[in-house]
């Protein structure tokens, strides 16, 4: 079966750095994307990553290996708006389809 | 910019009734799809189409059927509501196969969800 594990909850401070790993489990691998969803509202793309290494956007950049299964999302220079669910989920077909991990809630204090 | 529209943000009904959730997006993509969203479990699949009149069974279609009569909108029905059917509901598109479809081009795009309740 498919199966992504990712932490159910971090909590960080304010201009700190936070890594939310993603390990996956699937029957094929087509690409693994990375969503943000604030409390009551839609996800929305944050990246996505195919091959392996470090794909960099801002404060924001995700790193995949392949061979390990493994992905994280390094956020950097925490900000209060950065609290939210991450969302790991990965393409295992051509259809489109992706399967989501749990989601991983971040909590940035002051 | 892509819009995925729900019918409705919240919505309560009783058990057995018929629920009809709708989704329409302006972006002439060949994928939609309806999750549903719940603490802990994530967003699980529930019905897919990859074209008009197409469906595919999700992770959980089990009290939900599904139709796709024009391109841009992707109906989630319950037959007869029950209580555990309570939950967010998520529509989503995204470009189907050929090279718009792959890599970055398979990005989902999401609805503003819909909350139903079940009495």
């Known amino acids: 079966g498919q199966n992504i594990d990712q932490p159910t909850e971090m909590t960080a401070t304010e201009g700190a750095i936070v890594q939310i790993n993603c390990t996956y489990q699937?029957?094929?691998?087509?690409?693994l994307f990375w969503y943000q969803q604030h409390a009551g509202e839609a996800p929305t793309f944050l990246s996505y990553?195919?091959?392996?290494g470090l794909e960099e956007k801002g404060r924001f950049s995700s790193f995949l290996s392949r061979s390990k299964g493994y992905s994280y999302l390094l956020l950097k220079e925490l900000q209060m708006k950065d609290s939210a669910s991450y969302l790991c989920a990965v393409m295992a077909d051509s259809w489109g389809k992706l399967q989501f991990g749990a989601g991983t809630q971040v909590v940035v204090t002051p | 910019d892509v819009k995925v529209t729900q019918s409705s943000r919240y919505l309560v009904k009783r058990t057995g009734e018929k629920v009809f959730l709708e989704c329409v997006q302006d972006?002439?993509?060949?994928?939609m799809f309806w999750y549903r969203q719940d603490p802990g479990l994530g967003l699980r699949l529930i019905y897919f189409s990859y074209d008009v009149k197409m469906k595919e069974k999700g992770d959980i279609p089990e009290g939900y059927s599904v139709s796709r009569e024009k391109k841009e909108r992707f109906s989630l029905i319950l037959e007869s509501a029950s209580t555990n059917q309570t939950s967010m509901y998520l529509c989503?598109?995204?470009f189907g196969g050929g090279t718009s479809g792959q890599g970055r081009g398979s990005e989902q795009f999401f609805g503003p969800g819909t909350r139903l309740t079940v009495l």
């Open positions: 972006m002439d993509h060949e994928n």
């Open positions: 990553n195919v091959l392996d």
């Open positions: 989503a598109s995204s």
């Open positions: 699937t029957s094929g691998f087509n690409g």
